[in-house]
């Protein structure tokens, strides 16, 4: 290490070290907010997707159930 005047290693300032720390916070920052917006956009398309699919459900079952009520009368008029 290199040694300064002092005949000590020099250390870097407390100023350059809190740089780094806010430079990482703020990366950190952006990232999170970034992770977040993504995670929100997922579930949005996700629950979208599950609505659809439960409409289609939904629509099929009382399909089947109006079809086996027709038989049903029809085969008991």
Same mark, same amino acid.
Do not use: M, W
């Given at each position: @290490?290199?040694?300064?005047?002092?005949?000590?290693?020099? @250390?870097?300032?407390?100023?350059?070290?809190?740089?780094?720390?806010?430079?990482?916070?703020?990366?950190?920052? !952006?990232?999170?907010?970034? @992770?977040? #917006?993504?995670?929100?956009?997922?579930?949005?398309?996700? #629950?979208?997707?599950?609505? #659809?699919?439960?409409?289609?459900?939904?629509?099929?079952?009382?399909?089947? !159930?109006?079809?086996?009520? #027709?038989?049903?009368?029809?085969?008991?008029?």
């Amino acid at each position: @290490a290199y040694k300064g005047e002092s005949g000590k290693p020099d @250390a870097p300032s407390y100023d350059s070290h809190q740089q780094k720390l806010d430079s990482i916070n703020d990366a950190y920052k !952006v990232k999170k907010k970034d @992770a977040d #917006e993504s995670f929100d956009k997922d579930c949005t398309e996700a #629950e979208n997707e599950f609505r #659809e699919k439960s409409k289609e459900y939904i629509a099929a079952y009382i399909k089947n !159930v109006n079809t086996t009520l #027709e038989t049903f009368q029809s085969a008991h008029p």
